[in-house]
């Protein structure tokens, strides 16, 4: 599959708690987003990165998160100190420099309880 | 700052009926772009449009770009059970408006119901 992997693709945990999410977006796509879905909205922009360099960042995305891509390849997104409004659908997705088309992974659905 | 609305937000509809859904950007857009996403599933592209006035078709799927780059629309003719889902515009600024350049705003999309 060449398609954007996101991982894990559920996770739960206690309020209070890190976690951290991994996407790997298609091997040639140079840009890479972030997105959060709740149920019944769609989905919000939260950051993105053009190769390794983060160039947007969302007013939605509060000092407990931050992101990064290390190597210009896969993106991990980190929430420090969950709050039960952080459960949510967190989507990734990639696309090519001149390209507006965005591949969207599976996502992670996030539980905090 | 930006705002997509889509409405309606759900519409039931026999299966061989039209559907219409409607996006509204409260700023002008360099460009739209429309996605479905099945229940449980993640968006998938469907198309872009780019330019004033532009009319674009998929099959059965019409999209429209309004003059003023500011409203688009998306028109299934004769629905079939495979077009469950919901239907989400998603807009972008062009560069240098102070509206997030390359992060897409969506709207809230139009959940399409098919009663066979």
């Known amino acids: 599959d060449t398609g954007v992997s996101q991982n894990p693709r559920h996770k739960i945990t206690k309020r209070g708690q890190n976690v951290t999410f991994r996407c790997d977006p298609i091997?040639?796509?140079?840009?890479l987003y972030w997105y959060r879905q709740t149920l019944g909205q769609g989905p919000e922009f939260l950051t993105y990165f053009q190769n390794e360099a983060q160039l947007e960042k969302s007013r939605l995305l509060s000092d407990r998160f931050s992101a990064e891509r290390p190597k210009g390849s896969f993106s991990t997104l980190e929430i420090q100190r969950t709050e039960q409004g952080d459960s949510a659908m967190y989507l990734c997705?990639?696309?090519?420099?001149?390209?507006?088309?965005?591949?969207f992974g599976p996502g992670t659905r996030l539980t905090v309880t | 700052g930006q705002q997509v609305m889509q409405i309606p937000q759900y519409q039931h509809v026999q299966e061989g009926e039209d559907f219409t859904t409607y996006c509204n950007s409260s700023t002008t857009l360099s460009n739209i772009q429309w996605y479905k996403q099945r229940p449980g599933g993640h968006p998938v592209f469907l198309i872009q449009?780019?330019?004033?006035?532009e009319v674009k078709k998929q099959k059965r799927l019409t999209f429209q770009f309004g003059e003023a780059k500011k409203n688009s629309s998306l028109h299934i003719t004769a629905t079939q059970t495979t077009d469950v889902g919901t239907y989400f515009c998603?807009?972008?600024?062009?560069?240098?408006?102070?509206?997030?350049?390359?992060?897409?705003?969506f709207g809230k999309g139009t959940h399409l119901i098919i009663q066979p």
């Open positions: 998603a807009g972008s600024v062009p560069p240098n408006s102070g509206g997030g350049a390359d992060g897409l705003t």
């Open positions: 091997s040639e796509h140079n840009r």
């Open positions: 449009l780019v330019k004033s006035g």
């Open positions: 997705a990639s696309s090519l420099k001149n390209s507006y088309e965005q591949y």
